[in-house]
């Protein structure tokens, strides 16, 4: 049971590139989440997902597309990368709507994306 | 989501007890609070979650007084691979979806 597993870890992007980040998970989870961590800004939510084929803007979705094909799978597009894009990103998933009584959120390890 | 409210750094040694308080003033009859434990280029993880009274798991003890507007995470007998950052969380899943807020959460540092 792998969990959540996202890929590639690390990646280094120049200005206007284009690059979509992927997350796994194993557990049959209906919600699945992308988050960015940034130095003294905590985690914000981008986009998330509320089962296969849906997609919803999260706190700060805007220079990003989201797609989930598959349940398992949940895309995290840029298309034309900036330096602002600079951070870590995790996705995460969990059974039912996150603060459900026993439904915590289970985050990968994350992807450090570098934009020069 | 109610606002939460934790110190931004801790020190302890190690085999102390440690309690980080979370202030949550305008927690709403729904809601629940759930801590996550960040290690250092992983993922947050998922340590407790209570509603009132006191929790209790095998990481960890969650204590919430009657009034719920604050609680206290309480870490028995720290070790070094205690230290991380400690996030507490507030909310229900009959508030706004998808918008779960982190903060910047509590450094814990443990020395020998």
């Known amino acids: 049971n792998a969990g959540v597993t996202q890929t590639p870890k690390f990646r280094v992007l120049k200005t206007g590139q284009s690059m979509t980040l992927l997350c796994a998970q194993d557990m049959n989870h209906e919600y699945m989440y992308w988050y960015r961590q940034d130095p003294g800004m905590g985690l914000r939510l981008i986009h998330y997902?509320?089962?296969?084929?849906?997609?919803a803007k999260g706190e700060v979705p805007d220079g990003y597309n989201v797609s989930r094909l598959k349940k398992q799978n949940f895309l995290l597009g840029l298309e034309s990368a900036a330096p602002s894009q600079t951070s870590v990103y995790f996705c995460?998933?969990?059974?039912?709507?996150?603060?459900?009584?026993?439904?915590?959120?289970?985050f990968g390890n994350g992807t450090r994306l570098t934009v020069t | 989501l109610a606002k939460t409210t934790q110190p931004i750094s801790m020190d302890s040694y190690e085999g102390q007890e440690v309690n980080i308080t979370c202030s949550h003033n305008n927690i709403a009859t729904n809601d629940y609070i759930t801590w996550y434990q960040q290690f250092p280029s992983q993922g947050p993880r998922f340590i407790i979650q209570g509603y009132k009274t006191k929790v209790t798991n095998e990481v960890a003890s969650l204590f919430i007084p009657a009034d719920r507007k604050s609680s206290t995470l309480s870490l028995p007998r720290v070790s070094l691979s205690d230290t991380a950052v400690y996030y507490c969380?507030?909310?229900?899943?009959?508030?706004?979806?998808?918008?779960?807020?982190f903060g910047k959460g509590t450094k814990l540092s443990v020395k020998p």
């Open positions: 997902s509320v089962g296969e084929g849906t997609t």
């Open positions: 969380l507030v909310g229900s899943y009959g508030g706004s979806q998808g918008n779960l807020i």
């Open positions: 995460a998933s969990s059974p039912y709507r996150e603060f459900s009584y026993n439904s915590p959120l289970h």
